[in-house]
Each structure stands twice: as C-alpha cells, then as structure tokens.
C-alpha cells in the first residue's frame, strides 16, 4: 500500500532524495515515519513527520540530524526523505511507514501497521 522511490547509488558526501507515497489511500491522517535496515542489522527509526492535523512536527535520529530532512506536500499525497552529506554507514533498505500511535512512540518500528516495499541506497567510499 506503500511505494518508496528515489534509492539508488551515491558516492560519499552525495544526496539522495526518497519519496513515499500511498497506493489507494491517503495520508492524512497517519504519522509517516522513515525506517532502514542494513543486512544483519534490525531496522532502526531515521525519521517521522506528523500528520497535518498534528501541526508540523518532525523527529530525527540523533545520527540523522543536522543530514536529513522529512517533509510532506498533502497536495501530491507524498512524503519525502532528503538525505544529504551520506555515509557509508547510511547503506541500507529504507522503509516508509505509517503509524496513527501517539506522536511520543513514532520512533519505534512495532508500532507501524503498513510498509512498503522499501528502497535500496547504497552509499559508496
């Protein structure tokens, strides 16, 4: 129900932009939050967005900050994931997810009910 696009391959120091967007449904009325795995690893929380009614609240991990950036445009319906400054510790499967929890719990993969398919970004030294 979820579509994650934009991953690819990048040399350090480059920018990725990734989009997700949902298939069939809107969403407005879902926090959005970005995950990723690396191989062996458990998925970990880079990111969320609040719902509009929310106002305009953001998260980022701390090894995100400062590098990332979410936003989301209602009018396309998207939600979008601006990675700068890339590490090659950032290779991974991203995940866009979406979670009606409260806000204080949007950092934590369990409490997201649908996820898309992911996008692979692979960051090179």
């Known amino acids: 129900q979820l579509v994650e696009s934009g991953g690819g391959l990048v040399q350090v120091g480059g920018s990725l932009r990734l989009s997700c967007a949902p298939s069939?449904?809107?969403?407005?009325?879902?926090?959005v939050g970005w995950f990723r795995q690396a191989p062996g690893k458990e998925r970990e929380f880079v990111a969320a967005?609040?719902?509009?009614?929310?106002?305009?609240?953001?998260r980022y991990a701390d090894s995100m900050k400062g590098r990332f950036s979410i936003s989301r445009d209602n009018t396309k319906n998207t939600v979008y994931l601006q990675m700068n400054s890339l590490k090659p510790e950032d290779t991974a499967v991203y995940y866009c997810?979406?979670?009606?929890?409260?806000?204080?719990?949007?950092?934590?993969?369990?409490?997201?009910?649908?996820w898309g398919q992911g996008t692979l970004v692979t960051v090179s030294s």
């Open positions: 997810g979406i979670t009606q929890i409260l806000w204080a719990y949007v950092d934590s993969a369990r409490q997201y009910t649908n």
């Open positions: 069939g449904r809107t969403f407005r009325d879902f926090h």
């Open positions: 967005i609040s719902r509009p009614g929310y106002g305009r609240s953001t």
